[in-house]
């Protein structure tokens, strides 16, 4: 187990080496961060860009700027942001638990609807409740994330003034942003329950355990539900990357202060360094959530824990 | 029809039963009873309604939709006389696994993999007897002990992957006996087990029948397995009852014409004693216009010895890694076949017998380059694998084929058949145009004794022994020299099992077929080869003519797997000491090599292993 995690490990530094060398690369191609503060700021000689430029140190070797950028990540100063100067050690700080905190909620909103969800289907396979939870699923999965945003803000803040719009501003905010990437989310994961569900419902142990006289609760959520923990681990780690994606588009629409919102305003200034450090962050998160579920898996599958 | 003995001793009496799925009847008006310390058995061949039966009577079959036209269950439980089809499913609860338990037939797949043994008995424990966990793991130890496992205190802990099929079928039967069942439900318990296992459940669940005065309704396919164990026998067929009698009647004056041609069909140990060669038997058929006999008998002496050998295997090795360090070095690995050397020559039908582990089929795998050897030789036709191309290789695809355990696992079932046994002849390139193509799988439908018109139909719409046919027909498509039959009659029923073997047996008295015949049924083997090698953890410990293993099997091995073979006779049950020790695994460490075999003859081509 300890080889088999410090294999992962070396896969996962290496995995963030590749990402923040193509980012940091591919941004460097989309616009000149000096042309972009200087924007509507009138007579601006080329003189003065280059001047800018410097001061940035952005006209120096791309390789010099990304190995400063990864020495920057070992020695945790990731520099100041080229609009306003702000550490952005402490833009991210600022930001990344409020990210992390309605990712966590988003999950637990899905987790929590699908998996009854799922098992209800399955079990009435076929039936008009399986149909209906399906329809439903499908929907769900069918329609924007903004848009349901845009709804319930429409419904639940305009018209019956019981949430709060948009920004991070007591518990009751939380509820919005939460509920809305939980529901994109759980619309896939229903069916992915239901499907792992029907395969291990048709298991002989399920027979086994019905035939000791358990009851159907027991039977679903304890003999079931675990045999299907192996698969929804799996996606839900494959899933937290997405759904990572999906905030930054939802923290944009309730003005949630988060990596969302920080990445979304570094990639219109070109700020190279918050860019490079947000998406950093992020990937290293969505590396350490699936590194995370390898070690789950011999947690919950003692086939893999003993081997 | 006779009605059942319904005296008052009954622990169960099922009467006038009839289950069905949708609008189709599975079981028609079935009555028979159960006292306790009687083993009724329920025999019958596929859809014969007698698994359904068991699972009505713990009302498990409510779940997958079926409903109860007609009848009563009635059981002698702790509350007095119940009829079981009137409880409901909270009130089944506390009859199951409490009063009535059931032990399946995949021991496999019958442990949740996620729990411990331990867990698993417990759970039944703390749900009916109210035991704290700890008080139920120590009651769990007791019922390990019960069913003979050694090491009972380790085995708790463990979990199911770490157990092998004859364990975990024991920690069933414990499982099912925690709280000391009134009637026990036994569905097929010992069909997925080898006989040597099998004989030791069978013992254990006779022994503890006696001990606990359980009733037990054991229901199976194998004749031989009823007369080793039941009291009185009810014979299904299609849903009904056709014979029901005490096991000596049944099968001194089976009454039936169905009965009569079941027993008929079924092979017998030591039926073929004094007969050189292999011989093909007629075979009773029962439909619905009555029995009738098909075929004639036919001494097989197809075997040809002068000529030089079809196959020759020189001692083959094949080991896999199964475990592996952390630096990716291999630590354990599974010996399936250490040096192992034999001939196949044409027209001869080579049985390789041996139980789970002995590698029998990793031979015919390496055969058909499915599998790469670490060492040894094989020659096809004088020619050496080693020394053959790319293409010649693939040409011998074409002259070897395969044969499956599983026929419908192995047609794919988005293919009509008769595009599945057209595919050799296209992939080997043996005929282009297509109306000849379709001429050739017509005949080869026919020749399995199957119609043309059956090549537009997919596997879903046929039964198991068609499906296996249909197997044959493909395999026979591209012209083969050798067939290798893995389990190719296991998953069959007795009556199709012996048409089949006659279609092997004609198929090649006519093109003169090579088989390398893989099974653990002796009773089959003896009937078909002509020469057999009884493999026992990779290596060969005894080797000779049919006669020669059969007739006077010579290694302790063998005498033991013959002895372990239940006989479709009641006078002759199996008398074995209960064995609690497991077989041992052909797994081992790196560098622990397994002790070579050296053999002597014991008569001309009857070679045995010393010991």
Partial sequence: ?307 | MKESSSDASSLIRVENLTVAFGAEKVVEDLSFSVRSGQTLAIVGESGSGKSVTSLSILRLADISGAHYLGGRILFESTKGEQDLLALSQQEMRAIRGKEIAMIFQEPMTSLNPVFTIGDQIAEVLQLHEGMARKEALAEGVKLLKMVRLADAESIIGRYPHQLSGGMRQRVMIAMALACRPKLLIADEPTTALDVTIQAQILAILRDLKDSLDMGIIFITHDMGVVAEMADDVVVMRKGHKVEEQPVEAIFTNPQHLYTQTLLSAVPKLGAMNGEDFPKRLPVSVYDEAGAHTEGELRVQNTANYEAAPLVRVEDLVVRFNVKKNFLGRPTHRVHAVEEISLDIYPGETLALVGESGSGKSTIGRTIQQLQESQAGNITFNGKRFADMGRGEKRALRQKIQYIFQDPYASLDPRKTVGFSIAEPIRTHGILHDQELIEKRVSELLDRVGLSASHGRRYPHEFSGGQRQRICIARALASDPELIIADEALSALDVSVQAQIINLFMDLQEERGLSYLFISHDMAVVEQISHRVAVLYLGQIVEFGSRRQVFENPTHSYTQNLLAAVPIADPHQRIMMAINEADIPSPIRAVGNEPARLSHREVAPGHLVANQ
């Fill in chain 1, 1 to 307: 187990m300890a080889g088999f995690i410090v294999k992962r490990m070396l896969q996962a530094i290496f995995a963030t080496l590749i990402v923040t060398l193509l980012v940091s690369y591919a941004i460097r191609l989309t616009g000149d961060p000096a042309l972009m503060l200087t924007q509507g700021a009138g007579s601006i000689t080329e003189a003065d860009l280059a001047r800018i430029r410097e001061a940035l140190g952005v006209n120096r070797p791309f390789l010099v700027q990304y190995f400063e950028f990864l020495r920057g990540m070992v020695t945790f100063d990731f520099g100041k942001s080229f609009l306003g100067g702000t550490s952005v050690g402490l833009l991210i700080k600022g930001a990344l638990p409020s990210t992390l905190v309605l990712a966590f909620w988003s999950m637990l909103v899905s987790i929590m609807i699908s998996i009854p969800l799922g098992i209800t289907a399955a079990v009435h396979r076929n039936k008009m409740v399986d149909q209906v939870i399906r329809v439903f699923s499908l929907v769900g999965l069918s329609f924007p994330n903004f848009w349901l945003a845009i709804m319930l803000v429409l419904v639940f803040s305009i018209t019956w003034n019981l949430l709060p719009p948009s920004g991070m501003v007591g518990s009751l905010s939380y509820i919005m942003p939460s509920v809305t990437m939980g529901i994109i989310l759980t619309a896939t994961n229903v069916r992915l329950v239901r499907t792992t569900m029907l395969e291990t419902l048709n298991a002989q142990y399920i027979m086994v355990a019905r035939a000791k006289g358990l009851s159907e609760r027991k039977v679903l959520y304890k003999h079931a539900l675990r045999n299907c923990a192996i698969p929804l681990i799996t996606y839900l780690g494959l899933q937290f990357g997405g759904l990572l994606g999906g905030i930054v588009v939802i923290e944009r629409v309730f003005n949630w202060p988060g990596m969302g919102t920080l990445a979304f305003d570094a990639v219109g200034a070109r700020d190279y360094p918050v860019l490079q450090a947000t998406i950093m962050v992020l990937s290293l998160m969505i590396i350490l959530v699936n590194l995370a579920v390898d070690i789950i898996y011999g947690l919950v599958d003692p086939r893999i824990r003993t081997e």
